[in-house]
């Protein structure tokens, strides 16, 4: 079965500042990988997806993610962080099924 | 396009009754699926289907019931409330190899 693991539960980070949120899976497969984000109050968005092809994907808001198959991670990167951009992410990865297994998710809050 | 629409926003409910959380969504998509999100625990699916008559059970389906009798319409029953089921409950929907779009989410409090 797939898991994904989000390491760490709380990052805070300045406002301008650079940004790596972690996601590792394990999926016996080539895997879909995706990231979420959830403001407070509501539901997820998409902000990106890796389906094949360049590992190198763009998504919405500035957001970019790499999958390096060799480390099983699938981490989200923003070169410099918005107030706004405090959230919560997850990450996911889709099974056969079309199913989404989530990671715990990540709390993003941005310091001023 | 109203996409995936959940009602209620809020609900609360008294150990051992029911209600039905409803999930409907106007994009034709194939797939339906039931989330329960707790805190550190992300999302774990509960119930899925992968089009109308189908349904089958996610990670968590223990105390929920669904039925999928049309391509719209995904509901979720609690035939018996429990305090472990207080949760924030998220439907979503995808065409066959797509992201999932989601509702806003039902907040559920079992007193």
């Known amino acids: 079965a797939q898991s994904v693991t989000q390491p760490d539960i709380h990052i805070t980070v300045s406002e301008g500042a650079s940004l790596e949120l972690r996601c590792n899976y394990s999926y016996g497969a080539t895997p879909y990988l995706f990231w979420y984000v959830q403001s407070p109050g509501q539901g997820l968005q998409l902000l990106l997806k890796y389906f094949s092809g360049d590992t190198l994907v763009q998504g919405i808001k500035g957001f970019e993610a790499e999958f390096k198959r060799s480390q099983s991670s699938f981490n989200l990167r923003k070169p410099s962080v918005h107030w706004s951009d405090a959230a919560e992410y997850f990450c996911a990865v889709i099974d056969a099924g079309n199913m989404l297994t989530f990671g715990g998710g990540t709390r993003l809050m941005v310091k001023p | 396009n109203a996409g995936v629409t959940q009602t209620p926003k809020f609900q609360v409910l008294k150990t051992g009754q029911s209600m039905t959380l409803q999930c409907a969504q106007d994009m034709n998509h194939e797939y339906m699926s039931w989330y329960r999100q707790d805190p550190g625990m992300g999302l774990r699916l509960i119930h899925y289907s992968v089009g109308a008559g189908i349904t089958d059970q996610g990670e968590v389906p223990n105390g929920y019931n669904v039925s999928r009798s049309t391509t719209e319409d995904f509901p979720l029953r609690l035939l018996s409330a429990a305090p472990s089921q207080t949760s924030v409950y998220f439907c979503?929907?995808?065409?066959?190899?797509?992201?999932?779009?989601f509702g806003n989410g039902t907040r559920l409090t079992v007193t």
């Open positions: 979503a929907s995808s065409p066959r190899d797509s992201p999932l779009h």
